[in-house]
């Protein structure tokens, strides 16, 4: 576990983000004015019930959706103000992800997938590095499969391999485990932290699962689009307590 | 992105199938039409030195010589070039469907790339990428099919007679070279919209969970769909009073305007019309039926791609058929409307009648006229050009005697020397009346200034120029007679052919009512009008074909956990073919009803166009032909989607529908 410390800068800072959708009757807001920041080399957890924001505040931070109001700065980019170039740019070269389904291009091998980002970047690809990032995730030997030929938990690490490759400053999970059988959730969030731990990048993940939050640095309540409240180095105890707390 | 281009193309093979046997197959067919083309342009169309010439001078003061026995290759030419359009115009057709339809079911692939960091660019040049990796191998295959095919077309070609000569087969390379940079053109033309479309995805798309058609109908698709609309409106509303000769491609490309409004705007009609349709299915098949309604009701992308393809040829095929099986049978029921002679004679042997047989036939005393002109090639003079133009030698009394014609303008008399009678469209077209000057020449002859004595309207028994006598002797003999009996022997008409038969000699011609003869001559031009659909229609038959199974399968491939969940939910297999059988049935059927509308509006213009002594122009449809092609659009339809759902099933067993793809 890292320490967190007050001296820590945020690698995304989302100040005043306010976002709705349009809905039946008129526009329905998502996100109410979320001010937040993510610590540099941590892993922070997003928790919350269905419906509170979870996934757009992701997507905000991510610079998928664009906030009706508010910044997101990563680093001293403003990704609210981006242009569409420039937010390709951002995502080449500074954002990874992981997410629940669809990680990976069918059509690629493992390989190719996790050597996607140097070729859009047109870097020239070492076979090495690759399948070192592979062989991180322990599925060197799975190189030449399609996605189709391996389980939900090995194309999650292919999407990890890839995020080791890329080397992006922050990492965004969007319910990493949620389709796995316990086994392969723990193996994912093992390799989450190591992505933090070891290589010392920053993760941000939403979640359902307290045992999952309970591996993160922190986590982040989210209800009714607003942050609720903060857990530091939180058990899954204390993360199901808060939980049920919110949903009393 | 090359290298994931090829991916891409091995791993969605069944998407690429339908582009590549289509371009495959558009490179042989221009490929063939090219190779026939380059065969006529290689034949000397000046064959015999020396022939007669004549110079004319036109309205500038530039002279003109041009001779005569000159092979006319215009014919086979046109036919030859308008089955290359034909088949081009199809193949970007099916190309840009199957592409568009191709990016639709791959959204989430490119909302994924986006999201890994690919910008627009670099997606537009993959899905071009891929159109090449699809491209290169298709058109090499088409020039292959074309090193085979083009002896056997050349050889085909001249055993119709659609040409003059007999054609040989000129060097492969240039036409193989054009066939394929066309075919690379076109993909790379119908991807272009595609690849377009696939540089917008959002990233956020790739986290979609269901490929959603949502926005089919996209402000481009509307807006061009619109301006077709208006287009073929306008032209379908200017072909009746056009005129036969601008009429036929005002109807033509207004019907293809309409048929690509009627593919671009269908998302938006075309949901309330399967709704309609799929009431009497509710009803017939409850489950089966309903799930096959809701499925092409909502599916709205595939749905348009289906009833696309069918629609495109159907329209296309029928406008040019209609069209032209219409013309022949308005000009044979104006020839018929217009003959006044009880009998034809025509020569037993040989092409013409002679002088004396003309003679010998009017000697009869119950003969009471006879009309045989000598047809004559010659050159004529206009304000800035001098053209060749079809004459004949006859009186105009004796013509309007034995044929239903009205003197427009000036009178009826012989024609003195100097003098010349006109059709009723060469004087509507060049510009003439009674009075004035028409400055011509006989091949071998010097120009003579005629003045115009008179303008018959009398349709195609009027050629546009009628000469004087003293031109006779240019003239080849007449190829037949009309003969006009008189009142007391008219009833009789059959005896006295006979009778005249014998008096000839029936070694030297053959006696015919009119009315059989014109059935006779209707058949050998009916022979004529077939062979020329079949080398315009057949290639695009095949398409139609094509496009048809091609979609299906593209579309099929992606069903797999619909149709595993179906039958995990207890849908029996059974149920699910009826369901594919249901959805294929109807959207055809869609698509054959609405190309029927739109052929049915442009034949009504061209129709109007038509005039027809005493009456309405007929309406000739080829309806053995296009029948032929629905049916065989249907059957591809309904044995494709079985034999891919037949694959599901077989398939559904083993497979999960759960997350995994």
Known sequence: MSLLTDIQLPAVQLAAVSKSYPGAAGSVPVLREVSLGFSQRALTAVMGPSGSGKTTLLNCA???????????????????????????????????????????LPMLTAFENVALPLRLRRRSVKRDRVMEALREVGLADKADRRPAQLSGGQQQRVAIARTLVAEPEIVFADEPTGSLDRHSGRQIMELLRAVVDRAGRTVVMVTHDPAVAACADRVVFLSDGQV????????????????????? | ??????????????????????LALGVALIGTSASALAATWAVPTSPRAGNPSVTLTDGTGTAHTLSSGDLDLGGVQSVLAMAGVVSAFVTVFVITGTCAF????????????????????????????????VAVPAALAGCAAVVVAAPVTVEALNG??????????????????????????????????????????RPTEALREADLDARTMTAGRAV???????????????????GAEAATPLALFGTMALAVAATLLGPVYLPPLLALMALPLRWADPVAGRLAAESVRTSRRRTASLVGPVLAILAVVGAFTTVLSTTGAATEADDRARTVAQLVVEPARGDSLSADDVRALRADPRVAAVSAPSALEVAVAGPDSVWKEQAAVEDPAALARTHRISVVDGSLEALRPGTVAVSREFAEWYGHRAGSTVTYGLFGGRPVKARVVAVLDGGSAVPPLLLPDGARDAAADPSRAAVLLDEEAAGSARAVAAELTARVGAERVRVVPSAQWFGEAATDQDRLNRLVLGVLTVPASLYALIAVAGTLVMSYSRRGGEIAGMRMLGVSAWQVRRMALWETLSTSTLGVLIAAGVVAMGAR???????VLGGEAPLAVEWGMLSALTAACVLAGVMVSLAATGRLLRQAGVMMVASRR
Request: glycine share 12%; aromatic share 8%.
């Open chain 2, 102 to 133: 191709g990016i639709a079911l791959r959204r989430r692939d490119m909302g994924l790339l986006r999201m890994v960091g690919a910008g627009g660019p670099q997606v537009r040049r993959m899905v071009l990428g891929e159109s090449l990796a």
């Open chain 1, 62 to 104: 991510a610079g998928l959706d664009r906030p009706d109001s508010g910044k997101v700065l990563l680093g001293d980019t403003d990704l609210a103000v981006c242009d569409e170039r420039e937010l390709t740019a951002v995502r080449r070269g500074r954002i990874g992800f992981v997410f629940q389904q669809f990680n990976l």
């Open chain 2, 160 to 201: 119709t007679g659609l040409s003059p000569v007999d054609l040989r087969q000129p060097p492969l390379l240039w036409p193989l070279v054009f066939a394929a940079a066309g075919g690379l053109f076109m993909a790379v033309l119908g991807t272009l919209a595609a690849s377009r479309r696939a540089a917008r995805v």
């Open chain 1, 228 to 248: 609720v409240g903060r857990l530091d180095h939180p058990t899954a105890d204390a993360v199901a307590r808060r939980l049920s707390m919110w949903e009393r």
């Open chain 2, 605 to 611: 213009a061209y129709r109007g166009a038509l005039t």
């Open chain 2, 1 to 22: 992105m090359w290298r994931i281009s090829l991916y891409s193309v091995r791993h969605y093979w069944a998407l690429f199938a339908g582009t590549f046997v289509a």
């Open chain 2, 224 to 242: 061009t769909g619109v301006l077709m609309l208006v287009t073929g409106a306008v032209m379908l509303a200017l072909a009746p009073g056009a």
